[in-house]
């Protein structure tokens, strides 16, 4: 007896009664919409802010302002102005003092953030 479909036997694809190994047709071509903004596979924007800091357009410090910015965008309406601030700024803190954090902006974009004044 195998386990999830290692060694034999298991679901088809498509279900126990579909077709094996056949994806179900919907009739219409694959088709991208050039007016559409880039996406990567996981769904978030393209890397343009990094595109912009690696040909020196904006430093290092804009860069990860603008990816807090991002990161608490979904919050813009549900906090009130004072806490965003606090919460930009625990964030913008974490990315300059926070080991984990520090070594992820190093392997994104090449640099270490310098630990605030």
Known sequence: MG??????????P???KGPKG???ST???FQVDPAA???????VASPQPLARLESGEITLDQYLDGQVDQAVSHLQDKLPAAQMTIVRETLREQLQTDPVLIELVKRATGQTPEPSP
């Open 3 to 12: 386990i999830d479909g290692i060694g034999g036997g298991g679901i088809p």
């Open 14 to 16: 498509g279900g126990p």
């Open 22 to 24: 056949v994806a179900p």
């Open 27 to 29: 009739g219409r071509e």
């Open 37 to 43: 903004p880039e996406e990567s596979v996981s769904g």
